[in-house]
């Protein structure tokens, strides 16, 4: 990864020291670039020099008549190359380690559209002047999408390439020379990517008596400051209005007006899967669940009171205690009795901390065979091996059951789910022209984002291909509790076909950080009919205010396939000061016929994201709706 600094120029007085900060970097994963705007004599004389040594990594530019503070930026950008945008003015200079922190740094957290470090303060002659930072360095607070403190920001920063050209590069104020370009940035980044904080002092600002912004008075910087909220606002959708004309700025949250199926698009991602999960005891998920432990020579028999016939793929979850390393064999018997397997398959598996989960999948030559028993047997690469092999349980005629998901090739089988789902739209009132559906090999999160942007409508429902909206009062009452508990995010309970539960009130492990759902497998006995504000929803079935879009950018499409992608953006959501709401009055049915492969590598990608904010794994704070039914 390299790190473009660019430097736009029009004092010459502090150049020098600048460059050299540059030249000293300890790690040379760099590129300089000047924009000369116009300045003083002496700045020019000092670029012509450098342009003299014909450096690789330095180039020079000039502009025909002076640019102003953001236009310089933006010519800079333009011409620059470095996945990271490390913004310098010609007074200040950079500590040793920049370059060096700030790469490392956005290596590690892919998500961060800025990097934002410590800065300390040197006088014209560059000693150090004892003073503390006017800008917080804290996360940004955020009421409703809106952000509170819009002043908390300063040098030095480094931002992703791909996010600022995203938000439309650098602007700033025409009537003020072009100024404010820093704070505009800020607020266009978050609405894309996350603002991170690395809490290390990499940069020197310079104290000086023609510091640019001292050509501006308080009440100067209140108006642009003021602009630059307004503008957020108009730009992320936003159901508020700023009270107070200085920072830290206050809102008043504007009530949301009556909503009707009409105000919804419908966005739904489509994979085409033609494998049938074959019921050869009862419909997933089980009413409980048990293990089977991952010891040498351990074996796990279920016998098919059905045989299975056609069978082209099985999944076993598995869940360990510690490290595992070793091979999970399966075997299948065309009779109950059958001494010799007419199918034997082997995976390895690989888990190198405890409390990893994991999907693993055998995919069999499909075979005019029929199957009436299997046999699971695990083989350790070492004797001691902590872990567990995670079965969910059924309640069937002959007892409990360990269920394996099987599945067999059908011919349009996947068209037919989505047909199944799109029949219960249209019966719900909605109109076909409100109805997005996107099929392209990407991921979930792609495939949305992709769909979002072919919508006009203030709401935005996603769905799976294989969800079905179970009656026509399902969307009236997500709008009716989205409106009186003023949320800007709902979802349903979800069934399976048979009618238990897929997923009642969702919750998070708060130390494993697992997400997780209520109810899974159990009988629909009322338990979870209630309405709760929580802390992430499925995807599945998910009606959204469109300013939640707006405001985070959607949904994070460093996501695999299709699993953790929605509890990434609902806590993104909550993270901006938006509400989730789970309304479980009314429900939403979940064939769950398609897999994804990459569920450890998602789940590792949640939780290194978000460790570090525990305050959204908890309960949100109980409230009552705001607005009566």
């Known amino acids: 990864m390299n790190c473009a600094i660019e430097v736009p120029v029009i004092r010459g007085g502090w150049l020098i020291q600048c460059i050299d900060s540059v030249l000293q970097q300890a790690s040379p994963n760099w590129s300089l670039s000047f924009l000369w705007d116009q300045g003083d004599a002496l700045s020019d004389r000092i670029l012509r020099a450098v342009e003299a040594l014909e450096h690789p990594r330095i180039r020079v530019y000039r502009s025909p008549g002076r640019l102003g503070i953001a236009r310089a930026r933006q010519y800079l950008t333009e011409r620059s190359v470095g996945e990271l945008v490390l913004p310098l003015d010609d007074d200040d200079v950079l500590h040793p380690q920049a370059v060096a922190r700030f790469v490392?740094?956005?290596?590690?957290?892919?998500?961060?559209?800025?990097?934002?470090?410590?800065?300390?303060?040197?006088?014209?002659?560059?000693?150090?002047?004892?003073?503390?930072?006017?800008?917080?360095?804290?996360?940004?607070?955020?009421?409703?999408?809106?952000?509170?403190?819009?002043?908390?920001?300063?040098?030095?920063?480094?931002?992703?390439?791909?996010?600022?050209?995203?938000?439309?590069?650098?602007?700033?104020?025409?009537?003020?020379?072009?100024?404010?370009?820093?704070?505009?940035?800020?607020?266009?980044?978050?609405?894309?990517?996350?603002?991170?904080?690395?809490?290390?002092?990499?940069?020197?600002?310079?104290?000086?008596?023609?510091?640019?912004?001292?050509?501006?008075?308080?009440?100067?910087?209140?108006?642009?400051?003021?602009?630059?909220?307004?503008?957020?606002?108009?730009?992320?959708?936003?159901?508020?209005?700023?009270?107070?004309?200085?920072?830290?700025?206050?809102?008043?949250?504007?009530?949301?007006?009556?909503?009707?199926?009409?105000?919804?698009?419908?966005?739904?991602?489509?994979?085409?899967?033609?494998?049938?999960?074959?019921?050869?005891?009862?419909?997933?998920?089980?009413?409980?669940?048990?293990?089977?432990?991952?010891?040498?020579?351990?074996?796990?028999?279920?016998?098919?009171?059905?045989?299975?016939?056609?069978?082209?793929?099985?999944?076993?979850?598995?869940?360990?205690?510690?490290?595992?390393?070793?091979?999970?064999?399966?075997?299948l018997f065309e009779d109950a009795a059958a001494f010799s397997p007419a199918i034997e398959l082997e995976e390895s598996l690989s888990f190198f901390k405890a409390f990893e989960f994991d999907m693993v999948g055998f995919r069999a030559r499909e075979s005019g065979g029929s199957f009436r028993r299997m046999e699971l047997m695990f083989v350790p690469d070492a004797l001691d091996c902590p872990g567990e092999l995670f079965l969910h349980a059924l309640r069937g005629p002959a007892g409990d059951n360990a269920l394996l998901r099987m599945f067999c090739h059908e011919p349009g089988f996947g068209r037919g789910r989505l047909d199944h789902c799109l029949a219960s739209i249209t019966r719900s009132g909605a109109d076909h022209r409100a109805i997005h559906v996107i099929e392209k090999r990407q991921s979930s999160s792609a495939n949305r984002n992709e769909a979002f942007r072919d919508t006009t409508r203030p709401l935005i429902c996603f769905l799976d291909d294989d969800a079905e909206l179970a009656s026509n009062e399902t969307l009236p009452g997500m709008l009716k509790s989205m409106r009186e508990w003023d949320a800007e995010l709902i979802g349903p309970k979800l069934l399976t076909p048979s009618g238990r539960l897929y997923s009642g009130v969702p919750f998070v492990n708060p130390v494993t950080l697992e997400a997780s759902v209520g109810g899974l497998g159990h009988a629909d006995n009322g338990d979870h009919d209630v309405t709760l504000l929580v802390p992430w929803l499925p995807s599945t079935v998910l009606l959204v205010d469109r300013a939640v879009m707006h405001a985070t950018g959607g949904f994070d499409e460093s996501y695999v396939g299709s699993q953790h992608e929605d509890v990434d953006f609902t806590l993104r959501a909550r993270s901006r000061g938006f509400s989730c709401l789970y309304e479980g009055r009314v429900a939403a049915l979940h064939h769950n016929s398609l897999r994804n492969g990459g569920f450890r590598r998602n789940s590792d990608y949640l939780k290194t994201r978000w460790r570090g904010r525990p305050d959204l794994f908890v309960w949100p704070e109980p409230r009552q709706p705001r607005v009566s039914g």
């Open 104 to 331: 490392q740094t956005a290596t590690k957290r892919p998500w961060a559209g800025i990097l934002r470090a410590r800065r300390d303060f040197i006088d014209d002659r560059g000693a150090p002047v004892l003073m503390k930072d006017w800008f917080a360095f804290e996360p940004r607070s955020y009421m409703k999408g809106a952000t509170l403190d819009v002043t908390n920001h300063s040098h030095p920063y480094a931002i992703r390439r791909s996010v600022l050209l995203a938000g439309g590069g650098w602007k700033g104020f025409e009537d003020y020379q072009y100024a404010g370009e820093d704070c505009t940035c800020f607020m266009e980044v978050e609405e894309n990517a996350e603002i991170e904080l690395l809490d290390e002092t990499l940069y020197s600002y310079r104290i000086h008596g023609s510091r640019t912004s001292l050509q501006y008075d308080r009440s100067d910087a209140n108006e642009m400051w003021a602009r630059i909220a307004d503008d957020s606002i108009r730009r992320r959708k936003l159901r508020v209005e700023r009270v107070n004309d200085s920072p830290p700025f206050s809102y008043r949250p504007i009530a949301r007006p009556e909503l009707s199926i009409s105000d919804i698009d419908f966005v739904i991602p489509f994979i085409e899967n033609n494998e049938r999960e074959i019921d050869y005891t009862a419909s997933r998920p089980g009413e409980r669940a048990f293990t089977f432990p991952l010891a040498a020579d351990a074996r796990f028999i279920q016998e098919l009171e059905t045989p299975v016939n056609g069978l082209s793929r099985l999944e076993v979850a598995i869940a360990t205690n510690g490290p595992l390393m070793g091979r999970l064999r399966l075997a």
